[in-house]
């Protein structure tokens, strides 16, 4: 695999959060049990920073739920040249003095970003009235603040190519993970037909990867490509071959409608867009392979 282009790693701490929101990606919630053990994290931080030592997330879940781990990590990734930003719903930002006091923790150890989630799918937050000051705040502290704000997709809409990447921050959801089956009733759907790419992803020279608190790393959150507890970083990207992983390689040949193709798969009732499509393919694929996650991760031998 290239890495000239990757400018993000994204390491998921837990699957454990305080919300469960109905566009999440990662599918977590309260009922979330794993964290990522901190010697594995940071042995895959060392890698990191060998493979490509570019900006890592730490996301979740919510991070903030395992501080101590997620302030190691941060120390470590800043240590190994990476560039640290985290990722949180802030649950806990209760007040302003909150909000710095906590935040200095992580800046005093290298945090640079933080990435705060603000929009109609987290609910109520308790930063709402202080909003406006939340970035000045952080900035004061050495810590660049942006908001995530994802917008319902407006149902008449057609399939686009609205990003240009798929770690969007800001925009209308992406149908995949919990969205994939929570958000997309009153969508208006199309053919398979319409979904012959996945506009989103270089497969051979991708921006981003997402690691997720088991140690599979992912391509797209859900199409995971090896497992790092069993192969290293190093060698994962040493040794990768898309022609090795049916699921990816026919994404990336030409999107869900050459993942049906291949597969034997079909359009029963159309889709919402192109990351529906794919979800909800996979997921039919687990089903029919009897595995118990829509990631179709023993279909991609590494
Ligand atoms: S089309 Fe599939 S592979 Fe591409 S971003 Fe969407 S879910 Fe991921």
Redo the contacts with the bound molecule.
Sequence with gaps: MDASRLDTWYLQLTDRCTNACPHCFSSCGPAGAGVVPFAQARKWIHHMAAVAARRIVFTGGEPFLYFPLLRNLVHEARTRGLEPAVWTNGYWITGLEEFRLALRYLADVGLKHLLLSEDAFHGAQPFVAFLDRLPSAAEALGVALRFARISPKDPPAPPDYLFAD?HVTEGPV?F?GRAATECVAHQARWKLDDFDA?P??DFKAPRSLFIDFRGRIHI?P??PLADLTVISLKKFFAEFDLERHPVARA?AAG??RRLAADFGLHDEAGFVD??HA??ELRARLSRVQNLDSPAPERLNPV
Aim: aromatic letters at 18%; glycine letters at 12%.
């Design positions: 798929h992406m995949r996945c989103f992803l797209c859900g199409i994404i999107g869900p192109f990351c794919c979800w």
